[in-house]
């Protein structure tokens, strides 16, 4: 068995766990780079957080935590007073 068939198990049984917990079904998996391709995407069109949250099947605090690693949002000034809470996600300042 190969890590990514692993990683693929294991998301598969995080998954099933999260819909029979109610909670989106992404929530805890491991992100593709199509996903994180997806997420540059909506956040460069100015979804809201609840949206790409709802696109994604992940929570919003997921969706900031991804934002902040693939430094498209500024831990230190954006991310615990949550912009994309309520409007749309405010990028890195350069």
């Known amino acids: 068995m190969t890590p990514n068939d692993t990683r693929t198990t294991k998301d598969a049984r995080q998954r099933a766990e999260n819909i029979q917990h109610g909670v989106p079904q992404n929530t805890a998996t491991s992100w593709t780079p199509e996903e994180d391709q997806l997420l540059r995407n909506h956040y ?8 790409i949250a709802l696109l994604h099947e992940r929570g919003e605090i997921g969706i ?3 934002l902040v690693e693939l430094q498209l949002l500024d831990n230190q000034d954006h991310f615990w007073d949550s912009p994309c809470l ?5 990028p890195v300042h350069t």
């Open 44 to 51: 460069a069109q100015g979804l809201t957080c609840a949206q």
């Open 64 to 66: 900031l935590q991804r």
């Open 86 to 90: 309520a409007r749309t996600i405010h």
